[in-house]
Each structure stands twice: as C-alpha cells, then as structure tokens.
C-alpha cells in the first residue's frame, strides 16, 4: 500500500485573500487562483475543492494555458477518485497527460503518471499501472528530479511487493531510500516503512522491527496519526508473526485507533483482520467471524481485494472448524474467483513484457554508459597522445628559448653596464652644470646689482639738482623705474636659486598666522588700503605638517599677483583666502575680483617670462610660486581665469611622509 503524508489544514483568510484578488485581477489569471482555492481545500472539504478545480480548468481552457490546463485535469482527477469516481477521474487523468506531452511539461508529466498509476493501483490493475510508474521514472530521470524518481521508485516497489516478488520490491524500494536519504527528505521514513513491510513477507521480521524501531524514534519529534497507525500495524504484524502475541496486540491497538482518528479505513481493515486472528487463536470463532464481516465490509467498500482473498481464506478455515460445510463451499469459490481476479494469466502476460521491457530499456541504458566509456577512454588516450607530442615540442622551444635568453642575457649585461657608465657620466655632468648654473646666475646678479645700484643711486642725485630742465628729470625717472623693475628681476631670478637649494623644514604650520604675516607684507604698496582681505576656514581635521617658508612665498606670490592686477574701476575690491582638507590633502585657494586672465593665456601663465596681461610685470611670480609649490611634492593651478580669478595650491598634509614614500617630483616649463 502507498504511504502518503498528513493532511495539511489552511487558514481561512488564505482563501479569502485569493477569493478578493479574483475580483482584483483580469479573468485572464483567474485559473490559477481557482488551483490555489483547490489546494486549500483538497484535503478538508473535497466537494469544494472539486468546484474550484473545475472552474481553474474551464477558465485555462478559453484562455488557452496549457500548463494550468494540465494542472486542473490532475486536480479533478483527485476529488474524482477521493468521490469514489474511478472512471472519470481516469478520464482526466488521460486529458492531463495528453496536454502535458504535446506542450512538453514534463514535470507535470511525471506527477500525473504517478498518480494515474496510483489510482490504478488502488483498483488492483498492477500491469496498467507498473506501466504508469515506469513512465513516471523515466520522465523523471530526463528531467533529473530525484525527488519524483524516488516516489516512482517507491510505487513500482509496492507493485512488485502486492505481486509477491519480493526481491524486485526490495531493489526498487531500497533505491528509492537510497535517494531520500542522499537529499535529506523527510519521506524518508515512508520508504523505510515500505522495506519493513517486505522484510516482514520475508520472514525477516528483526530486520523489519530495526528499520521500524529507526522511523518510531524519528517519529518523536512529530508524526501525524495516518504515519503512526501504519507504523504501528507493521510493527504488530512484525511481533505476531514473531509470536510475540502480547507485545503484537498492544501495537495493533495502537493502531486501530490511530487509524479511527483520521478516517484510516484500509488501516482499519487491516487491524480487524488481525484482531479475528487473535480471537481464532482463542477458538473464539463468533467472535473472529464477527471481526472478520467488520474487516470484509470495509475492504469491499474500499475495493481491497488481497484482503479480501485473505478473508475469504480465513473463513474457510473457521467454517472448516465448526463443520458448516455449505459456508466452506461459499467461501472457497470467493476465494478463488478473487484470486483469478487478482492473478490472471493476463496479469502474468502483461507483468512479463512489462519487465522485459524495463529489461531492455536498462540493458539499453548500460550499453550506452560504456560505449561512452569507451569514447572517453579513446578520447582520454588521444589526449595523452598529444599532450606527449606538446611536452616533447614545448621542451625543445624551451630549450631553444634557453639557449637565446643565455645569450642574450650576457649581450644585455653588457648593454646595461655600458648604459649605467654613461647614466653615472651624465649624471655627474648634470650637477657639473647644475652647480655652474646656479655659480653663474648668482655671481651675475651680484655683478650686474653692483653697477645697477650705483645708476639708480647717481639717477636720484640727478633728480633732487632742481636746475635740471623738466625733460631731463622725466629721462632720469624713466631711467630710474627701469632699472628698478631690472632689479626686481634679477632679485627673483636669485629666488630661484634659493628655491631649488633651500633644505626642507617640516614643522606644524599655523595657516591663519602665517596669512597674515604675508599679507602685512604688502602694505607698502599705494593701493593695499583699497583691497580687503577676507579669510575663511574649511574642514581642518588634521595639523598641516610642511615647510613654512616654502608655503609662505607661494602665497606671496599668488598675493603679488592679486594686488599687481587688481580691477581699479571696481567699487569693492577684496582679496579671500581659504583652506580646506580632505584625508591626506590639503588645499588653500587665493581669490580675488581683479582684472583676470583671458583663457589662451590659461596653459602659459606658469611658464617662465611668460606675461599675460598688458600690465607690466617679470613673467617670474607664478614661475617661482610653482617651483616652490613642486618642492612641497604639490603643484599650483588656475581653478578660475575670472570672475573672480582662483588660484589653488594643493599640497600633502604631512610632507614628512610623502617624502618616505618617495613622492613623485613635478616639473616646471621654461
């Protein structure tokens, strides 16, 4: 016999979400919210769930959904054989399979064989369905779901097992077990029970008590009573058929009532059978042919023949005891005309080509495994084969790739010390020239300031001899404001060599401070009333750790720049500083509303002698501010050319540790 799960019970306000949304959504979608309504009700009110089952299969016919289609068919087929209406539920059965092989839903496939086969099962048309189960595997295995292949497997074991081949059953009911166990499934212990049941028909009733003895300790954590009452039954056909009478009847007890209480008639049968057993053991023959009409009844209406084949031959033996020949007769021709019914010669025929070809189909399926060992074996020795013939021509270019790299490793060598003589030579020849630079523009700015300092200083004599004619005075200040600006030149270009050879400070650097002092610097200058200064701090989040004077003369520079090209047709004119930080940077923007640099100007401004406006000035402030700037491992950009003019300075917030990792040095343009 088939075991089969629990019912389980659905909440009512499931169904009556489902039955909202069927007035929610298109009719298009209503057949599988009708499915759903049927599910809810398929193992409580089955007169409901056969209405909801035909509605889901009406509406997936006009909206031509084959899958729903297929589904519905199943569904009613259920409720049809749960009305005790074989006949049609055969007939839906059939339409479900029909629909799911010509849209190829095989996984609906594999489920409605297993069930036609169950239903023809059940009505002792083992052939018919042995040929349904073995449909069901076969789909099954195609797919690969284990988990159907199991039930399959399951079932075609329980066939064999009602045609008492035992061993076939066992096979097939251990392979399913087998599976079950492999993927943890809870099922497991109905397979379990199934090889208990045959161990019993084997005699081996210890094995069959052990594997029962596993699924009742399992049980502990929660069984429903239709799983109790068979594992109960089989555990007290084990111990009676042990002669463990005692221990036998408690457990048919057991079961007999856990049958009751879920409705369990075929279990019920069972059990009465069994207790007329007991009561023929005592000579109570009333009281067994009492129990016996009880147990008769039941698998009349349930259609169990083998139990009825059993009555029947119990009660012979009870009327043979108690010498009422006419009721032996009786009994006797029942008995067998349901054993012919059972086992026929066409039953034997049809199991016999059943089995051949189940036979054929797995002698089909061996030859096919090695003929495609045969074809990896081939295909591995030619694999060898080549992978050898690479080896041997890998090994020959590597040898030859050898032999070049050695030869042209000693050719390299020899290019790499020529090159690093030539490198040590040049470099060398580089501070040669560097120092004689740096000689030469100090020594000529001392050399020319000398002359230029005395022009500049006889030019003032000349101006203050108030006899001099006007025009000669004008010659003598344009003589003056010239070597001036000569000399603010030359005082720059001697900022160049202190910029390039001035060692490195690192010290926390006090920004607002040192904004200051830079900015006092200016006050000398005419106009410096005229420009305001606005300061405004960002983000600080960590101390800035540079060089002082390096930062100092970068913002005098960009400051420089601001006051020299400032707009004198502007009412408000101001100059902002402003810092900020981000993780490992720090930036300081110099702004200002002044005359601004024109953009075919933008690439050009920090080269040297590079002049971007008309007013006059060296080409040498921003030169300087970016060549100090590069010493800070940062650069000075033009972030805005107007409106206002920004200059930024970026640098490393920690210059001490820019220089361990061996920063980067950027490069100024001549």
Known sequence: MLIVGGIPTHAQDQALIIKKELNATSVVDHDSLYYELFKLNMFGDVYSAKKYALLSYSSAKVHGHPERLAKACRAIAFTLDKTKQPDSAKYYYREGIEVSKRFKLDKTLTLIYNDYGRILESHDVYDSALIYYNHSLEVASNIGSEKDEAIALNNIGLVFYYLLNYQE??????????????????????????????????????????????????????????????????????????????????????????????????????????????????????????????????????????????????????????????????????????????????????????????????????????????????????????????????????????????????????????????????????????????QLVYRASHDIRGPLATLMGLTNIAKQDTEEPLRVRDYLAKI????????????????????????????????????????????????????????????????????????????????????????????????????????????????????????????KIFQLFYVASDVHGSGLGLFLAQMAANRLGGRVILARSSGPTIFKLIISTNLAKLEQEDRPRMTVTG
């Not at 036979?359 to 084969?385: A, C, P």
């Not at 707009?567 to 490992?584: D, G, R």
């Open 169 to 438: 059953a066992l096979e097939n009911l251990q392979a399913s077990a087998a599976i079950k166990r492999k993927n943890n499934d809870k099922t497991l212990r109905i397979s379990l029970m199934n090889i208990a049941l045959i161990y019993n028909e084997q005699g081996k009733y210890d094995e069959s008590i052990s594997i029962l003895k596993e699924v009742e300790n399992e049980c502990k954590s929660g069984c429903d009573d239709l799983v109790m009452s068979d594992l109960n039954f089989y555990l007290g056909y084990a111990y009676f058929e042990k002669n463990e009478k005692n221990r036998a009847y408690d457990y048919f007890v057991k079961s007999f009532e856990q049958a009751k209480r879920v409705s369990n008639n075929k279990k019920i049968a069972f059990t009465m059978y069994h207790f007329a057993l007991f009561k023929l053991d005592k000579e109570d023959y009333k009281g067994a042919i009492e129990d016996l009409k009880e147990a008769e009844q039941l698998a009349l209406s349930i259609n169990l023949k083998r139990l009825q084949k059993d009555i029947y031959q119990k009660y012979t033996e009870v009327y043979e005891e108690l010498n009422d020949l006419p009721k032996v007769i009786e009994y006797q021709n029942k008995y067998i005309s349901i054993k012919d019914d059972i086992f026929n010669e066409q039953l034997a025929s049809n199991l016999k080509d059943i089995q051949l070809d189940a036979q054929r189909k797995q002698s089909d399926v061996i030859i096919q495994q090695k003929d495609t060992e045969i074809e990896k074996v081939r295909l591995i020795t030619t694999l060898v084969g080549v992978i050898s013939i690479l080896l041997v021509i890998v090994s020959i270019l590597i040898y030859r790739n050898y032999r070049v790299s050695h030869r042209m490793k000693g050719i390299l060598e020899k290019e790499i010390e020529k090159r690093t003589s030539e490198l040590v030579k040049s470099n060398a020849d580089l501070t040669q020239m560097t120092q004689e630079y740096d």
């Open 480 to 603: 003056e404001s010239t070597a001036h600006g000569l000399n603010q030149t030359l005082s720059q270009l001697m900022e160049t060599n202190r910029i390039r050879n001035l060692p490195i400070c690192i010290e926390e650097v006090d920004l607002g401070k040192l904004v200051d002092e830079v900015y006092s610097s200016f006050r000398n200058l005419n106009h410096f009333p005229l420009i305001s200064l606005r300061i405004e701090k960002g983000d600080w989040k960590k101390p800035l750790q540079s060089d002082k004077n390096l930062i100092g003369f970068v913002l005098s520079k960009l400051l420089d720049n601001a006051f020299h090209y400032f707009a004198t047709h502007k009412q408000e004119k101001y100059i902002k500083v402003s810092w900020s930080q981000t993780e490992n940077t720090t930036t300081i923007a110099v702004e200002d509303n002044g005359l601004g640099i024109n953009d075919q100007a933008r690439e």
